[in-house]
């Protein structure tokens, strides 16, 4: 049975203990791609996997803020683990979105227990990223059966629940809650990726998989409405992203303080004292400190346009206009994240010299790390929002993925 969280605080607490542990044999696990199995059940037991459960159902209801923090917090220890609970709170949110009160009651008491969403979304070879092939086919007794192919399943294999992205008749897309273990299910942990290497973003299979009609949440209509389903979904990966570029920074720094060389001409004892080193993690811990302030400013932004508030000084917004605020916040705080977790995870190894390419300090796997995370969604069309936003007054699109 998982910890009960209570409150925002305890949550940003427990986080911040996990992520001690979670930091110890990081870079080991990575280097071997051994699969998080001990600490994702760790994760799972912390209570961390339900604070965002409505506190009518028992749960803490965190803040964005407070749910940005925590991922901040499990990225900057080992960023493998930390992107793990992305699609978890993705499908959290689904049911927050489309759910119906039996479903919400059924799912928010298995997040209260630590169980964990899995996910079975993107399909490689598909046209684009809102092309969906496989299908939900209806039986004579009200149920389902889903099937298809999915890739980048990140979280899966270590999953109670697989949610599929399928569509039906009229394409339309639905999300589809499969159980762990249920016939015609395969999940096949074959992700080779040169980072993130320890996500278990591999394939899923599904070949005529039953489901009854209770574990199906009609998707689509998120986007008949005023959303910011997207910006949540972008909003966590944000948070990952600056995770990465705080760990980064700062095992760069302890690795600069405690092992490495100066250089000759500097005329110090440390390369810790080395002006100009100095100068470089200034300009490093700016990149960061941004990032850290805009994350915080797309949680509030989010929060706001959940609860229907204005948001900070822009005055009273309708729906629609707090949705677009929290969209644009989000890509903001996206693309700053990305620019600091790629320049940061790079620069630190050429401070550090050539010993930072050595493969028993392992310090390349921050970059590769970002590299992968940030291959998610393009940063040109983060800016491309924000610049058509600040120059056309154009909003993002209401697409889910904004």
């Known amino acids: 049975m998982a910890y009960l969280i209570r409150d925002d605080a305890e949550a940003v607490e427990v ?80 049911l927050a979105e489309n759910g119906t009160e039996e479903q919400r009651g059924f ?69 589809v809650f499969v159980p762990a273990g249920a016939p015609g299910l395969e999940v096949v942990d074959d992700w080779s990726g040169f980072g993130q290497r320890g996500t278990g973003s591999g394939t899923v299979h599904l070949r005529d998989v039953r489901v009854p009609a209770e574990r199906v949440v009609p998707h689509y209509r998120t986007f008949e409405r005023p959303e910011v389903f997207g910006a949540y979904g972008q909003y966590m990966h944000a948070a990952i992203d600056v995770g990465i570029a705080g760990g980064a920074l700062a095992e760069g720094a302890a690795f600069v303080r405690e092992s490495a060389r100066p250089w000759p001409e500097a005329k110090v004892d440390r390369l810790a004292e080395e002006p100009l080193v100095i100068q470089k993690f200034g300009e490093l811990a ?30 009273s917004l309708t729906d629609a206009d707090a949705g677009a605020e929290a969209s644009l916040a989000v890509a903001a705080a996206r693309a700053q994240a990305d620019l600091a977790a790629l320049t940061v995870a790079a620069e630190v190894l050429g401070v550090v010299g050539a ?48």
């Open 15 to 94: 986080a911040r203990r996990l992520a001690t542990r979670l930091a110890v044999g990081a870079a080991r696990r990575d280097a071997e791609r051994t699969p998080p199995v001990t600490e994702v059940a760790e994760l799972s037991e912390s209570g961390l996997l339900g604070i965002t459960v409505p506190r009518e159902h028992g749960g803490a209801e965190v803040s964005a803020v407070t749910l940005g923090e925590v991922f901040r917090l499990l990225a900057a220890a080992d960023p493998s683990v930390g992107q793990i609970p992305q699609n978890h709170f993705f499908f959290v949110r689904v």
């Open 355 to 402: 010993r930072a390419s050595l493969e028993r300090y392992n310090l390349d796997r921050h970059w590769r790390n970002a590299r992968t995370h940030t291959l998610h969604d393009p940063r040109r069309w983060k800016l491309q929002h924000l610049g058509d936003h600040a120059l056309n007054g154009v909003a993002p699109p209401a697409n889910g993925i904004v």
């Open 286 to 315: 700016l990149l960061v400190r941004a990032a850290e302030a805009l994350l915080v400013r797309a949680g509030q932004a989010l929060d706001a346009a959940l609860a229907g508030a204005p948001v900070l000084d822009t005055g």
């Open 107 to 175: 799912f928010y008491a298995e997040l209260l227990k630590g169980r964990l969403f899995g996910n079975a979304l993107a399909e490689a070879g598909a046209r684009d990223a809102f092309e969906f092939r496989t299908r939900l086919t209806p039986l004579p007794d009200g149920g389902y059966t889903v099937s298809g192919t999915k890739s980048y399943a990140t979280g899966s294999p270590f999953a109670d629940w697989i949610p599929v992205y399928a569509t039906d008749e009229r394409n339309r897309v639905h999300a």
